[in-house]
């Protein structure tokens, strides 16, 4: 069972304590659940639980285009203020000074699907009992998102590849969202004497290379 993190950080419209964030988990989830909402966990407290210690004040959930609407509705029942941010991909919810990010498409046009909810797990996690992204899918995310601004996500990917035994064939699958992103987290991988097959570089370089 996982309980706890380091301490809430602070976050872009986030800055509530680690109390509040176990809150703010516990009141959503039970939000999606109770609407019948499929969700993922990802992001920063996804990391958290799947890979290092993460320290994290925004909870990062992850639900299909169509059940968006009903999500951001069934947040705005449990007394979230709720914004649509982006109509094409985001929505807000904020509690106690805690947000939560309603994702619906992320960087390379990843969707929720029901591949994805199959390679899913629960985790007790912070009090809650949540639904968290399979570690192939959340190394894949993380590798398209990063930028100059946000290093942390490949270091995130690294805890990923370094706890998991991962499902390479399923990762590869994946990868064609962004398989020049993906080859280059797992060739950075491996130059951390991360246990990449090479296999796996060579099926990603020659797609790269047929592209």
């Not at 968290?132 to 100059?148: F, S, T, W």
């Amino acid at each position: 069972m996982i309980s706890a993190l380091p301490g809430a950080c602070p976050h872009e419209g986030s800055s509530g304590d680690s109390t509040a964030l176990a809150s703010a988990l516990r009141l959503a989830v039970s939000a999606l659940d109770g609407a019948g909402v499929p969700y993922l966990l990802i992001g920063g407290l996804a990391s958290a639980i799947l890979g290092r210690p993460r320290c994290s004040s925004d909870v990062d959930l992850f639900v299909a285009p169509e059940c968006a609407p009903r999500a951001l509705a069934a947040l705005a029942g449990a007394d979230f203020s709720t914004e649509i941010t982006n109509a094409t991909w985001l929505y807000k919810a904020f509690s106690q000074d805690i947000l939560v990010d309603i994702l619906f498409r992320t960087v390379g046009d990843i969707y929720l699907d029901r591949e994805m909810l199959r390679r899913s797990q629960l985790y007790q996690f912070l009090g809650t009992r949540v639904r968290v992204v399979a570690p192939e899918d959340l190394i894949v995310i993380k590798a398209l998102v990063h930028d100059e601004e946000t290093p942390r996500h490949w270091h995130d990917a690294l805890a990923l590849l370094a706890r998991h035994d991962l499902d390479w064939g399923y990762l590869l699958g994946r990868a064609r969202h962004g398989p020049r992103r993906v080859l280059s987290l797992l060739l950075y991988a491996a130059s951390n004497d991360r246990l990449v097959p090479s296999r796996v570089l060579r099926q990603l370089a020659d797609q790269v290379l047929e592209d």
